[in-house]
Structures are given as C-alpha cells and as structure tokens.
C-alpha cells in the first residue's frame, strides 16, 4: 500500500514530534487533538523546531514552509481521519483512553487504515482489544524527543498480520527511523524491558546499603561501564524528573511479570513523597538550588563494581532470547540507539564473561532470595557448555563476528579495515583491539592482499581509547589496555604488508597514536589530529611519546605532547605527520591510487624494506614503549586523572592539585 496520508493522534511531546518527522519525510499529515489549545500548541513546537534548524543552517525557509504547510491541524476526528492511510495514536498512557480513541477512530476512517499506538510499556494486543480486526493493529514505540532519536520498536500484538507490519516498515524507513523488532507482546518490550530493572537495582543498591550515596553507584555506571549518566540521575532528570514513570512502569512490571520486578523500596517513598526529581526539586538528589549543577566524580565510583547493576539488564536480554521476543542484533542496537550504551548489552556480556554473571547473579540470589536474580537457563546452558564470551571464542557471538570493524577486500589486492564505532566516534577499547588482531590474522594469511587500508566509519577516524578504561582506578587495567595497544600497533610496523592510515576524520589520542603507527598516512583538508591527553591529567600511552619523536624530532613532538596541540591537515603535512592530504571530494580516490601502487609492487621487497627501516632505526623503541605503559598504569590512580575526565564530561575547566 501506497502511504500519502499519516494522521497522528494526539499533539503532544510524543505526537507532535511524530507529525513533524513524518511531514519533513513527505507525508501529508493531519496534527489532532482533543481541542484547538493542544492542536495548536503542537503545531507551534514543530515551527518553533524547524526555525531552530533555518537560524543554525541546517534547512532553508523554503525547506521549513513546504514542511509546515504538509501539516494540518484538526480538532474534529471524523474530519482528521477519513483519508488516513496510516494513523499513529500518541496519547497518554492510560489503557481506557487508547480504547476509547480506537473506537471512535474506527467509525470513520477507510478500511484499508493500518493503526500503531506509540507506547513504552501497554499490551498491543490488550490495545487492539476494540477493534474488529485487530489484525490491523502494530505497537510503534518511538523515543523521546522523536526528531533526534533514531529508533522506533515495532511491536507485534497476538493478532497483529505482517501485511500491517509491511505497511509500517515503509513509514519508519522513509522517516529515516531505525526499526527493532518486538515479535512478542512482553511487558516493557525490548528496551523498558531491560532499563526498568536495570535502573531499578540502581536504587535497590542505594536502598540494601551497598552503597552510602547516590553518586557513588551513578559514578560508577556512567564511567565504569560508558553511560551518558548514572541511573539515579537519569530517573532524577529525564524528563525533568521520571520517578512517576519508573515507578507506574514497575508496578505494571510487578503484575505481568512478578513481584520482584516491583519499584524499589526507596523508589515507591520517593513517589508517594510527590519527591519527583528535578520537577519537583527532590529525588535521589536535592535540586532546590538551581544553581548548583550535579557532577559526578570519576574517583566516586570506584568503590562498586558496576557489574553488580549490569548482570540485571544482561539477565533481562538472555530472557528475551530464551522467550524468543527478538533477536541478539535487535536487542544490542535497541540498547545502542535508544539508552545510549556505547556497546550493545550482549556483546558486553561476551566481554564480561558469561561465567562471571551468572555467578555474580547466583550470588545475589543466594544473598536476597528475590526471583529477578535467577539466572536465566540460557546463560547457565553457556555457562555450563564454556561458551563463556570473547576469552572463549565463543558467546551470544563468535569471535569473528566483529562489532567494531568492517572489512573487505577489493579486486586491486587491497583490504579496507573500517573502524565501525560512530556512535562514540571510534573509540578503541580492548575488544576493539582483539578484533583488530583479529583482521590482521586474516590479512596477513591471506595472498590475494598486498595492502591494507584502516579508516574510520562517520565523521571521525578514531577518538583514541574508550575512557570508562580508565575508571576502575586499578592500574593493572589500564597496563593490560596500554599493553594490548602496543602490541597491536607494533603489528602494523612489523606487519608483512604495507598499512596505510586513511584519515578522514579528527584523529584524536590513541586513533592518532594508531596513525603513527602506520607505513603511509593520507589525510584528508578537513581532517585533524590532536594528543589531548595532558588536559586530562594522562599522556599519550600507545607509543605517543616515543613514535612521535622518532618522526618528527623532539622539539616538535614536545610541542605537540605538552601543548595539546591541535594540528591541521596544513600543519601535519608541514611537520612530516602525514604523507599526503587531499581535499574531501578528492580522498578516497587517493587513497586508492596509493594503494593499488603498493599493491603491484614486490611483495618480499616491501615486507624486506618495512622490516629493516623499522628494526634498524628504532631498536630500543620497545623498551620505550614498556615505560609507556607502565608509567601509564600508575597514572591511572591519581587524583589528577580523576579530575580530568570528570571536567571533561562536566564540560568544565579542570583545576589539577598534583597528586
């Protein structure tokens, strides 16, 4: 079916966001609402947006009107869908409300209307109760604020028919939406199914005592395990404060799936305290200066092995595997694209060990006797058969399954290593590292190569390591990561082919440190390359100090190390950095035809060459690189990299005491 009218119901946060997605894709859309105030108060949201966008250059006027006048605001219903190919319903989340929306839209629109009721938590099925043909119904949860979130969950009811899920499949992918899929109608769905109890136990570790303080589980999940913010926060903040949500959605999770799912102890008297977050000036935390921003220190975290929030929510994804509600990719981009995770859950399962959560999860139950710490039978089978993650080889993915690297190899002899992390502009951690190993295992067996390419997936070429690395505070951590970055980097100098860095991005810290690395180094003019680390109270720690002056000399290398420097593609040319730089349009042409030459010439007198140049020139540069990283394991511990890293995420100055 040809979709050329969409209808949304209700003119809210949710609805007018989906009106305003749905006409800038083309659609013609009617705005509807129970009276002109709502309806019109959308339909000025959505203007109010599209100006944002003219005044910062990202649309033109002529852009913002055509999208405006797709959009029509109607009060009366039989009036806003009687044309409607498809109508997506986004009012509040009361069940009798949604019943009594679909039993009026029913009288008057055609039969060929596909219905989706945006929700994060109700039955599809329960929702499509009211209609004849409840066939027609499909759960379409889009995330807030939909303009700039990228996922939707399409969600299958019991009666829901795939020519309805068809139909909408075409809208989410013309709107530029990235579907999961949902093909049971489980409470929470895929996302709230796993953010519900992982938040929650955030709060129970608060309520059980483990912790003293709030900002000490937070600090821990935003830094230890990469979140954008702890979960006490979030629940404090989202929203300007979401404690009436989490706590209404953990009630309907205590009657659908037990008891134990319930909100905490801590979370259900901050509610019925009215003590709603930063709504309301008090939640976990105290609001009442306005003022007074909340910043969670790196070193705050270090008493709590996040490990005993996350086994919940990995716990939570094996169940929906168990229960077939989705797959393993679906699971891991819903966490990705709509919590903002910096891996999917399950491939930080694999990296976890299997093994350690479910003996992490026996612990917990053996101590509180409450059924969410049971550990699902799929993990126990993997436990038990030693499919036990990324040390294993094998987990809920293989070893060669990668999650951070694309890799092909064109008809020129030429393989391209794409680093494929965007969503944290490439940052490399230790199982982006294996992976890499990984390739250059396969590169360097394989005869048909003769070079390889490495480039970056996005706007960035590599934004260095991944700094929840650091957040542990142990300084074996980070020896065992510096130690695993000198090897690997080492590889491409001692590698039997030649490499070339591609960079046509920002190269920032260890992706910078990866460059150097590398035999030949194209950059592209809008490109840059910077050594931060100093401004975080590190160093550079993959071969920085000791490559960089090795190429370019002392002075220079000082300069750049001490002053943080932030070089041009101009500049990097100028001081011997890079090889070649080409303009964007003019780029990938470049690297190309450097590496179709390397790829014809001999490749026993290119691998003679690199291996001469490298072990002639620099034969202490490994014990260079040894102090590196060890110097590098005891920095971790400082008060000054604390500091640092927490500055950076609180966008702040860093004030350093030296210790």
Not at 328 to 357: H, K, Q, S, Y
Request: glycine fraction near 8%; aromatic fraction near 8%; charge should be negative.
């Amino acid at each position: 079916m040809e979709i050329k009218t969409v209808v949304v119901l209700g003119a809210g946060a949710m609805g007018h966001g989906i009106a305003q997605v749905s006409a800038m894709a083309g659609y013609t859309v009617i705005l509807r609402d129970i009276n002109d105030e709502f309806v019109q108060r959308g339909y000025s949201r959505i203007k109010e947006d599209l100006e944002r966008r003219v005044k910062k250059g990202r649309m033109s006027e002529e852009e913002k009107n055509a999208i405006m006048g797709r959009i029509t605001p109607i009060v009366d219903m039989q009036e806003a869908v009687k044309d409607a190919d498809v109508i997506v319903e986004a009012v509040p989340e009361i069940m009798k409300l949604k019943h009594e929306v679909f039993g009026e839209v029913v009288k008057f629109c055609p039969k060929h209307t596909v219905f989706a009721t945006n929700t994060s938590s109700l039955s599809i099925t329960d929702i499509s109760s009211v209609l004849d043909e409840p066939g027609r119904m499909v759960g379409l949860h889009f995330f807030n604020p939909v303009p700039v979130m990228k996922l939707v969950e399409i969600i299958y009811g019991n009666k829901t028919d795939e020519k309805s899920v068809q139909v909408i499949e075409a809208f989410v992918q013309k709107i530029g939406k990235t579907a999961i899929y949902v093909r049971k109608d489980v409470p929470g769905f895929v996302v709230n199914r796993i953010f519900v109890p992982f938040a929650n136990e955030a709060a129970w570790v608060l309520h059980y005592g483990e912790v003293a303080a709030p900002h000490e589980i937070d600090a821990s999940v935003k830094y230890r395990l990469g979140l954008p913010m702890g979960m006490l926060e979030l629940l404090d903040t989202l929203g300007n404060g979401a404690i009436d949500v989490q706590y209404h959605v953990s009630k309907y999770f205590e009657e659908t799936i037990g008891a134990s799912w319930g909100p905490p102890t801590n979370l259900a008297e901050l509610f019925k305290a009215s003590q709603l977050g930063k709504k309301s000036k008090k939640g976990f935390y105290d609001w009442s200066d306005p003022a007074k921003k909340l910043e969670l220190s790196l070193k705050a975290g270090r008493g709590i092995d996040p490990l005993r929030v996350i086994v919940i929510a990995i716990n939570e994804a094996a169940n929906l595997l168990v229960d077939q509600v989705a797959t393993r990719e679906d699971i891991d981009t819903g966490v990705l694209l709509g919590l903002g995770f910096p891996r999917g859950i399950l491939r930080m399962a694999d990296d976890i060990g299997i093994d350690v959560i479910v003996n992490e999860l026996d612990r917990l139950y053996e101590k509180y006797h409450e059924d969410r710490y049971k550990a699902s039978p799929l993990l126990v089978g993997m436990a038990k058969e030693e499919k036990t993650g990324r040390r294993a080889g094998q987990g809920f993915y293989a070893a060669r399954e990668f999650e951070n690297i694309r890799f092909s190899v064109n008809d020129k002899h030429v393989a391209i290593l794409t680093l494929n992390r965007p969503q944290r502009a490439n940052a490399l951690n230790n199982a982006f590292l294996d992976e890499i190993n990984h390739v250059l295992d396969a590169v360097e067996r394989d005869p048909d190569v003769r070079c390889l390419v490495i480039t970056g997936a996005g706007k960035n070429f590599s934004a260095g390591a991944d700094m929840n690395g650091f957040a542990s505070g142990r300084s074996d951590d980070l020896l065992q990561i510096c130690t695993l970055g000198h090897d690997v980097f080492t590889r491409f100098e001692t590698f039997p082919k030649p490499v070339i860095a591609a960079i046509n991005g920002p190269a920032m810290g260890g992706g910078f440190e990866l460059a150097l690395a590398c035999d030949i180094r194209i950059m592209s003019s809008k490109a840059f390359a910077q050594l931060p680390e100093v401004n975080l109270g590190l160093f550079p720690g993959w071969g920085g100090t000791q490559r960089l002056p090795r190429l370019i000399g002392m002075g220079k290398a000082k300069q750049i190390v001490l002053l943080a420097e932030k070089i041009d593609a101009q500049k990097a040319l100028e001081y011997g950095l890079v090889n070649f730089v080409a303009e964007p349009a003019d780029f990938d042409a470049l690297v190309q035809q450097i590496a179709e030459k390397l790829a014809k010439a001999s490749p026993l007198g290119l691998k003679m060459a690199k291996t001469v140049m490298h072990y002639g020139a620099q034969a202490d540069q490994r014990t260079g690189l040894y102090l590196e990283g060890t110097a590098a394991g005891g920095v971790c511990t400082t008060d000054d990299i604390s500091e640092g890293i927490t500055a950076f995420m609180n966008r702040r100055e860093a004030v350093y005491k030296g210790r």
